[in-house]
């Protein structure tokens, strides 16, 4: 990293240069990029060994594994950026199945001609956002597709985390009477995302909740028995999550729109764009199911978390019934009536994630 | 953004409350029950299903849903036409993101044409239509316009700003329609207690176009917001009327709406359109003077004219209703196929497909066994 390993030639320019095709030919400009770029912002023992692969002493038992690719467009947004989302998002991934995140490796699909110092300012950020995470980004890859071929940069990341013993967590678990809890307001990701694409000057206040949520998930294992289960509501938002767990269970899912923390900056972007704030994406938020008797605690735990301040108790599952059969989602709203929360309407909205 | 927290007040369920329990007293006052009422508007459709309005009514109350759904009473015959400008006459055509999904002849959309090699892009403005043409100069843009009067003046100002900035290769597929002929076509053919009239329309046109729905066919006429105190007061409105024998058109979405209407949008439109002898809608079929004609001066940027588009008649698949549901004649559950082989995912009609559309509307939000709506 210090420029003594033979001779690459002049450094990168890291403020005015954009990336070339030459740097993903596997060539030398390829492993300069790596040296000046990767390896700085995520400087650890596997990485500095540079080898095709990285070779982890994992101790016995059950352990998680997930993969996620990042095609947000803009790369930017007020909150995050892809690559801290790159991380957040396996990390969350590991977490909803319980799993402590140790490992990621990660995927780059650069455009040609993309600027060098955005490339510099995403590695560092998914370096700071696995420090903090607790991960180690232990193996990467670099792609470089002509001009005109991808949208500046896409991400991949693959993780490996840990699941403590006795940690098992299972939506085939979920019986009628259990009770669902959400970790804080929705929408906010999504919202941000739209907004600062469509360019906005009035949603300043808007932030993207792209965070990690293992620490959470933690503290509501130790909590106490149970939990049943935990998803990560991002693409598709809450009522997505919640219809695929109607799904595979065979029961339906009741919730109280009252009961829906919403932020008054999301609710205004989801009017002007006529989206519900169900179906805006989250990165930082979990839904848990548990069983009854176990919502309090778990609820305490959850805002005694700083990933769960907000928490709230959203509904419950329950057997269906007439006009509400099992496997779907009915909504008791502001107004007093009842409907459906259906999957998406119509196209999803595209690259929020 | 704050200042959007006023929408919290159209939505107070108190205010909801007592106004639903004024509904149930001025419903045992009602002179002859159950009342149809028409909610125009898909938006309003969509609404009740969404604020779980309809099931809190009195049961004196029907509502009919009604033919206000861009998308949904779009003939085939045009989407045919548009398929045709992409795929055979090599044009890159850009639309509003509904109008792709919505099937033509054989089943055949936009987007199945799009796979094919079509250039279509989604556009949610018709300024963006134009700035296509001006970063492909070496291709034809068409801009596939559809929309009631609330999307007419835009499409009439691009036109004007493709003149003034001398556009050789951007041209308008114009399908803009006349709410007011609409409503003539279904008052002459279905019952209505009174009409739940248009928010958005009727920010452009105001009220005055709808004198002839009280005056003519002594059916009462309220104008009226999205919200759900706006349309619970628009039907208190109606209910008024009803109960004591009056037929008026009133204003609820006041805080919007001009009797005279916006008067520069106006002016855009019959700068740049006039009526065409007839149109033709589905459902409601050809209707005289419903729909909107690009002027002889602005001929060089009417798509119809350039590419000598004709529209053929095609009819609709007899399983499906979508005809009788855009009249009011027939709800969304009365049609065979909801729900089965016609869902958002596959949807064999227009009303299907458009977010404004009521089988959309009831299949995304309605219980999933039994009838409500």
Redesign the interface.
Same mark, same amino acid.
């Given at each position: 990293m210090s420029g003594g390993r033979g001779s690459m030639g002049p450094r990168l320019d890291l403020e005015k240069g954009r990336v070339e095709m030459v740097q993903g030919s596997g060539g030398r400009a390829s492993c300069q990029l790596v040296e000046e770029i990767f390896l700085p912002a995520f400087d650890n023992p596997w990485l500095r060994k540079e080898g095709d692969q990285a070779q982890l002493d994992l101790s016995e038992g059950r352990w998680a594994m997930s993969t996620d690719s990042f095609v947000i467009s803009p790369v930017f947004f007020p909150g995050g950026d892809i690559g801290s989302l790159a991380v957040h998002g396996t990390v969350n991934d590991l977490a909803m199945g319980g799993a402590l995140p140790l490992y990621l490796t990660a995927g780059f699909v650069l455009e040609e001609g993309f600027p060098l110092a955005d490339l510099v300012r995403i590695a560092r950020s998914m370096g700071e956002a696995a420090r903090s995470c607790g991960v180690s980004v232990v193996a990467g890859d670099t792609k470089v597709v002509e001009r005109g071929k991808g949208d500046g940069i896409y991400i991949n990341t693959a993780g490996i985390g840990r699941i403590p013993p006795g940690v098992n967590l299972d939506p085939s678990g979920i019986r009628p009477g259990d009770a669902l809890l959400l970790s804080g307001p929705v929408g906010d990701h999504g919202a941000s995302v739209l907004a600062a694409r469509e360019n906005w000057g009035?949603?300043?206040? &808007?932030c993207s909740d792209s965070a990690p949520l293992h620490g959470l998930v933690g503290a509501m294992v130790e909590s106490g028995p149970g939990l049943v289960c935990l998803r990560d509501p991002t693409r598709g938002g809450v009522a997505a999550t919640l219809n695929e767990w109607a799904r595979l269970s065979g029961l339906s899912f009741e919730i109280e729109e009252?009961a829906i923390p919403i932020r008054?900056?999301v609710?205004?972007?989801s009017?002007?764009l006529?989206i519900?704030p169900l179906y805006l994406a989250n990165e930082g938020r979990l839904l848990a199911v548990c069983r009854p008797e176990s919502a309090d605690t778990l609820l305490g735990a959850m805002r005694n978390h700083p990933a769960g301040r907000e928490a709230v108790s959203l509904g419950r599952v329950g057997r269906g019934r007439?006009?509400?059969?099992s496997g779907?989602v009915r909504?008791?709203?502001?107004?007093?009536?009842?409907?459906?929360v259906?999957w998406l &309407?119509?196209?999803p909205l595209p690259r929020i994630c | 953004m704050s200042d959007l927290r006023y929408l919290e007040s159209f939505r107070d369920p108190e205010l909801g409350r007592s106004l639903l329990a004024s509904l149930g007293t001025l419903a045992r006052r009602l002179p002859r029950t159950p009342v149809r009422i028409m909610e125009f508007c898909g938006g309003h459709t969509h609404a009740f299903h969404r604020f779980g309005l309809l099931e809190l009514l009195p049961p004196e109350i029907r509502m009919v849903h009604g033919p206000g759904c861009p998308v949904c009473v779009l003939p085939k015959g045009r989407i045919d036409a548009a398929i045709d400008l992409s795929l055979e006459k090599g044009a890159v055509l850009a639309t509003y993101g509904d109008v792709l999904r919505v099937p033509g002849s054989h089943a055949m959309t936009l987007m199945k044409a799009r796979a094919r090699g079509g250039e279509i892009k989604t556009v949610i403005s018709a300024m963006e239509a134009l700035a296509l043409a001006e970063t492909h100069p070496d291709r034809d843009v068409v801009f596939f316009a559809i929309g009631f009067e609330t999307t007419t003046p835009p499409t009439a100002a691009v036109i004007l700003e493709a003149k003034r900035r001398g556009l050789r290769n951007f041209s308008v597929f114009a399908n803009h329609v006349l709410t007011p002929s609409a409503m003539e076509a279904i008052l002459s053919g279905t019952s209505l207690d009174g009409i739940i009239g248009p928010s958005h329309v009727s920010t452009v046109i105001g009220t005055r176009p709808y004198d002839f729905v009280a005056r003519i066919h002594k059916v009462p006429l309220v104008v009226a917001g999205f919200e759900p105190l706006d349309i619970l007061l628009a039907l208190r409105m109606l209910l008024s009327q009803i109960a004591e024998g009056r037929s008026e058109v009133e204003n609820e979405y006041a805080r919007a709406v001009a009797p005279e209407g916006n008067l520069r949008s106006l002016e855009l439109i019959s700068r740049v359109f006039e009526r065409a002898p007839a149109f033709e809608w589905r459902g409601l079929g050809l209707l005289p003077q419903s729909g909107l004609a690009i002027r002889e001066e602005f001929g060089f940027f009417d798509a119809q004219r350039r590419f000598s588009i004709e529209v053929g008649h095609v009819s609709d698949p007899g399983i499906c209703e979508c005809g009788d549901i855009l009249k009011g004649v027939k709800g969304p559950r009365d049609c065979r196929i909801f729900g089965t082989i016609c869902t958002p995912d596959t949807p064999v009609g227009a009303c299907m497909v458009s977010a404004e559309g009521a089988c959309a509307a009831v299949f995304h939000y309605g219980d999933r066994e039994g009838a409500v709506s």
């Amino acid at each position: 990293m210090s420029g003594g390993r033979g001779s690459m030639g002049p450094r990168l320019d890291l403020e005015k240069g954009r990336v070339e095709m030459v740097q993903g030919s596997g060539g030398r400009a390829s492993c300069q990029l790596v040296e000046e770029i990767f390896l700085p912002a995520f400087d650890n023992p596997w990485l500095r060994k540079e080898g095709d692969q990285a070779q982890l002493d994992l101790s016995e038992g059950r352990w998680a594994m997930s993969t996620d690719s990042f095609v947000i467009s803009p790369v930017f947004f007020p909150g995050g950026d892809i690559g801290s989302l790159a991380v957040h998002g396996t990390v969350n991934d590991l977490a909803m199945g319980g799993a402590l995140p140790l490992y990621l490796t990660a995927g780059f699909v650069l455009e040609e001609g993309f600027p060098l110092a955005d490339l510099v300012r995403i590695a560092r950020s998914m370096g700071e956002a696995a420090r903090s995470c607790g991960v180690s980004v232990v193996a990467g890859d670099t792609k470089v597709v002509e001009r005109g071929k991808g949208d500046g940069i896409y991400i991949n990341t693959a993780g490996i985390g840990r699941i403590p013993p006795g940690v098992n967590l299972d939506p085939s678990g979920i019986r009628p009477g259990d009770a669902l809890l959400l970790s804080g307001p929705v929408g906010d990701h999504g919202a941000s995302v739209l907004a600062a694409r469509e360019n906005w000057g009035l949603a300043t206040s &808007l932030c993207s909740d792209s965070a990690p949520l293992h620490g959470l998930v933690g503290a509501m294992v130790e909590s106490g028995p149970g939990l049943v289960c935990l998803r990560d509501p991002t693409r598709g938002g809450v009522a997505a999550t919640l219809n695929e767990w109607a799904r595979l269970s065979g029961l339906s899912f009741e919730i109280e729109e009252a009961a829906i923390p919403i932020r008054p900056e999301v609710k205004g972007v989801s009017e002007l764009l006529g989206i519900d704030p169900l179906y805006l994406a989250n990165e930082g938020r979990l839904l848990a199911v548990c069983r009854p008797e176990s919502a309090d605690t778990l609820l305490g735990a959850m805002r005694n978390h700083p990933a769960g301040r907000e928490a709230v108790s959203l509904g419950r599952v329950g057997r269906g019934r007439p006009n509400f059969p099992s496997g779907c989602v009915r909504m008791k709203t502001l107004m007093g009536g009842t409907r459906t929360v259906d999957w998406l &309407l119509g196209d999803p909205l595209p690259r929020i994630c | 953004m704050s200042d959007l927290r006023y929408l919290e007040s159209f939505r107070d369920p108190e205010l909801g409350r007592s106004l639903l329990a004024s509904l149930g007293t001025l419903a045992r006052r009602l002179p002859r029950t159950p009342v149809r009422i028409m909610e125009f508007c898909g938006g309003h459709t969509h609404a009740f299903h969404r604020f779980g309005l309809l099931e809190l009514l009195p049961p004196e109350i029907r509502m009919v849903h009604g033919p206000g759904c861009p998308v949904c009473v779009l003939p085939k015959g045009r989407i045919d036409a548009a398929i045709d400008l992409s795929l055979e006459k090599g044009a890159v055509l850009a639309t509003y993101g509904d109008v792709l999904r919505v099937p033509g002849s054989h089943a055949m959309t936009l987007m199945k044409a799009r796979a094919r090699g079509g250039e279509i892009k989604t556009v949610i403005s018709a300024m963006e239509a134009l700035a296509l043409a001006e970063t492909h100069p070496d291709r034809d843009v068409v801009f596939f316009a559809i929309g009631f009067e609330t999307t007419t003046p835009p499409t009439a100002a691009v036109i004007l700003e493709a003149k003034r900035r001398g556009l050789r290769n951007f041209s308008v597929f114009a399908n803009h329609v006349l709410t007011p002929s609409a409503m003539e076509a279904i008052l002459s053919g279905t019952s209505l207690d009174g009409i739940i009239g248009p928010s958005h329309v009727s920010t452009v046109i105001g009220t005055r176009p709808y004198d002839f729905v009280a005056r003519i066919h002594k059916v009462p006429l309220v104008v009226a917001g999205f919200e759900p105190l706006d349309i619970l007061l628009a039907l208190r409105m109606l209910l008024s009327q009803i109960a004591e024998g009056r037929s008026e058109v009133e204003n609820e979405y006041a805080r919007a709406v001009a009797p005279e209407g916006n008067l520069r949008s106006l002016e855009l439109i019959s700068r740049v359109f006039e009526r065409a002898p007839a149109f033709e809608w589905r459902g409601l079929g050809l209707l005289p003077q419903s729909g909107l004609a690009i002027r002889e001066e602005f001929g060089f940027f009417d798509a119809q004219r350039r590419f000598s588009i004709e529209v053929g008649h095609v009819s609709d698949p007899g399983i499906c209703e979508c005809g009788d549901i855009l009249k009011g004649v027939k709800g969304p559950r009365d049609c065979r196929i909801f729900g089965t082989i016609c869902t958002p995912d596959t949807p064999v009609g227009a009303c299907m497909v458009s977010a404004e559309g009521a089988c959309a509307a009831v299949f995304h939000y309605g219980d999933r066994e039994g009838a409500v709506s």
